[in-house]
């Protein structure tokens, strides 16, 4: 059984570049959330995807979109990139309950 | 104030030792409580869900909650090297999608 998958491993983009980062949850898991991981820090919240909507949101600006697919798959967006946007992006999938289970992430880093 | 306070350590013990690892927090409307493990750059892991007040255990690994002191323990018994990681505390209220993370606790156990 397959877990959290995501893509691309790593990324390096310049500031003002746009990316698109990708996550295939867990077979039989219906809601899928990215966070934001800085270094030495915990998990940030970006927003949650249920039923193809976003269902919650955190702090994070606009430039910070997503999408969820009918197959469950999402992708999370980030637009005119900022230094402050390098970190480890974390998708988490849960069959619609408490427990979120976590890809390996993608590493991204903004120059 | 974070919502969540976790000692970032590091915390360095002999194999064999017992070792806590705990976390204090503000918002009473969390209900849902989680350790999450983290190797260096992985996505991390869940080791255990506990909801409400009590205890749980899972092999070498107990947890504890106390909602009305706000503070949340992780044992870990005979301490293995392998054991080594980043100890995440999650926690979430009933109503909410998001996880909220603490910083983490860097552990060693060394030989």
């Known amino acids: 059984d397959a877990g959290v998958t995501q893509s691309p491993t790593h990324l390096i983009k310049t500031r003002g570049q746009q990316v698109t980062l990708r996550c295939s949850p867990k077979?039989?898991?219906?809601?899928v959330s990215w966070y934001q991981q800085a270094l030495g820090q915990g998990p940030q919240f970006i927003f949650q995807?249920?039923?193809?909507?976003?269902?919650q949101r955190g702090n994070f600006p606009d430039r910070f979109s997503g999408h969820q697919f009918p197959n469950y798959s999402s992708e999370l967006n980030v637009n005119a990139l900022l230094l402050g946007d390098s970190a480890l992006y974390l998708c988490?999938?849960?069959?619609?309950?408490?427990?979120?289970?976590f890809g390996p992430g993608t590493r991204l880093t903004v120059l | 104030q974070k919502e969540v306070e976790q000692d970032p350590g590091p915390l360095s013990v002999p194999e064999g030792a017992i070792v806590s690892l705990n976390c204090t927090y503000s918002?009473?409307?969390?209900?849902?409580f989680m350790w999450y493990r983290q190797y260096s750059r992985k996505g991390p892991e869940l080791l255990m869900y506990t909801y409400s007040s009590g205890n749980k255990e899972d092999g070498r690994f107990t947890a504890q909650v106390d909602k009305s002191s706000k503070y949340i323990s992780l044992f870990i018994r005979d301490s293995q090297p392998s054991d080594s990681a980043t100890y995440l505390c999650a926690m979430k209220t009933g109503t909410a999608s998001k996880l909220t993370f603490g910083t983490g606790t860097r552990l060693q156990v060394t030989l």
């Open positions: 077979s039989g898991h219906d809601t």
């Open positions: 918002n009473s409307a969390f209900q849902y």
């Open positions: 995807y249920y039923e193809e909507e976003e269902r």
């Open positions: 988490a999938s849960s069959p619609h309950g408490v427990e979120q289970f």
